[in-house]
């Protein structure tokens, strides 16, 4: 399972200035409202999501949604 390094997100954001929302909103062509929603913890992105994320930041897809162990109970 991967999740959103937020951190990773955050740093971008700042790093591409005042309209840096609007332009991965753009770029990945995620709605500005729901990107806020994944940027915010209410919402995990799509695999497809990831992908759009990931090819309009330039980052790759183990820094930016790094594997996480899930915590599936053994049966």
Same mark, same amino acid.
């Given at each position: 399972?991967?999740?959103?390094?937020?951190?990773?997100?955050?740093?971008?954001?700042?790093?591409?200035?005042?309209?840096?929302?609007?332009?991965?909103?753009?770029?990945?062509? %995620?709605? &500005?409202? !729901?990107?806020?929603?994944?940027?915010?913890?209410?919402?995990?992105?799509?695999?497809? +999501?990831?992908? $759009? %994320?990931? &090819?309009? !930041?330039?980052?790759?897809?183990?820094?930016?949604?790094?594997?996480?162990?899930?915590? +599936?109970?053994? $049966?």
């Amino acid at each position: 399972m991967r999740k959103l390094d937020r951190d990773q997100l955050n740093f971008w954001i700042c790093s591409n200035g005042n309209t840096a929302k609007e332009t991965l909103s753009v770029k990945s062509g %995620i709605g &500005f409202y !729901t990107l806020r929603r994944i940027l915010q913890g209410k919402r995990e992105p799509k695999v497809s +999501e990831q992908l $759009a %994320i990931c &090819f309009a !930041t330039g980052l790759n897809m183990e820094t930016l949604f790094p594997t996480v162990e899930s915590k +599936e109970k053994s $049966a």
